[in-house]
């Protein structure tokens, strides 16, 4: 049997084939129209994955979507009425492109393979399956455990942003997960935004700068107690709750409010351009430690409720390599896995 996976519309599109359950290829569509994080329809990934697997169109059984779109459209409406009438300008701007593209990811598919069938209608099956579920799926069948906990943190699926799956036998079931908008992906995206980085690439420039504000232990404690006081409070269980009231990721077109900001640590935005303070480097180096304490709380829930000594990894929280190390010399899990794309 021969499954088609696409990822597509929103950042990084790829595919990958797979035959009876093993992986024959695998890529992401920038590295062929070298257009950095490529969000359009994989066609240039799907004729590679075909090729390698020396198939065509016409002998796929299944072809799968990462995600379930009017789930993620439902909660973006539910998030719009609960916030209305401030979500309107968020709104708007969201509407056209659900509207051309991400409502009619099926036919897109259907169409789009058509072309690369030359005309030929092909007979497979067009799936979709939820965005932790594809993570945590990514992660534990390649990894070498039959007997897993998995941990998926990113920014936010169809409404789940962070879950704990139980992974048994090659079955996984979720048995715990937090839903938007508290987010962890979304609060260490916040600062990636408020010191001048590009929201969901420049994450790891944020890390990389955390080091740098290691030093200054007074402003850096500062800062860590303002973002658990009035930004962020975390829970015993690694849960989060944000505080809505300093954020504008649920309904304006910026990640917090620049203001409010401002007057909480004392410096204003940083703009791409402008030269890296001393307090910025503090800040990431604050933002970092207080996330890699989330992540070594999520992992003791993890173990807790799943019992096992295995340990799988994905979202783009799972990326941030510095909370992995953390997580690693803590010692919860025997054994760690986290599959490179995250």
Not at 77 to 95: H, N, Q, R
Request: aromatic share 12%; glycine share 6%; proline share 3%.
């Amino acid at each position: 049997m021969y499954i088609l996976g696409i990822s597509a519309f929103y950042h990084d599109a790829a595919a990958a084939l797979i035959k009876d359950g093993k992986i024959i290829a695998a890529a992401q569509e920038e590295r062929f129209s070298r257009i950095k994080h490529d969000e359009n329809f994989p066609v240039q990934s799907i004729k590679y994955c075909l090729e390698e697997g020396n198939i065509n169109i016409s002998e796929l059984q299944a072809v799968v979507f990462y995600e379930k779109p009017f789930l993620k459209f439902e909660r973006l409406l539910e998030t719009y009425l609960a916030f209305a009438p401030k979500g309107l300008i968020s709104f708007l701007k969201a509407i056209p492109s659900w509207s051309k593209k991400k409502l009619f990811i099926k036919k897109i598919i259907k169409d789009e393979l058509l072309k690369l069938n030359e005309g030929v209608k092909p007979t497979f099956k067009v799936l979709f399956t939820e965005h932790h579920l594809s993570h945590a799926s990514s992660a534990y069948f390649t990894s070498p455990f039959s007997d897993a906990a998995v941990l998926t943190i990113d920014a936010v699926g169809e409404s789940a942003t962070t879950s704990v799956f139980r992974a048994r036998a090659n079955k996984l079931t979720c048995i715990k997960e937090m839903n938007f908008p508290h987010s962890i992906g979304l609060l260490y995206s916040a600062f990636t935004y408020f010191l001048g980085f590009k929201v969901n690439s420049g994450e790891y420039k944020l890390m990389g700068l955390a080091p740098y504000g290691e030093s200054d232990a007074a402003e850096t404690a500062r800062f860590k107690k303002i973002i658990a006081e009035m930004l962020c409070t975390v829970y015993d269980d690694g849960s989060v709750f944000l505080n809505q009231q300093y954020f504008n990721y649920t309904t304006g077109l910026t990640m917090v409010k620049e203001d409010q900001w401002k007057n909480l640590f004392g410096i204003a935005k940083r703009k791409e351009t402008d030269k890296i303070s001393n307090s910025h480097c503090n800040l990431a180096y604050a933002i970092q430690s207080f996330t890699e304490e989330i992540v070594i709380k999520l992992a003791y829930e993890a173990k807790k409720i799943t019992g096992s000594e295995n340990l799988c990894m994905a979202g783009g929280v799972a990326l941030n390599c510095v909370a992995n190390g953390k997580l690693l010399e803590a010692g919860i899990f025997k054994n760690i896995y986290i599959q490179p794309a995250a």
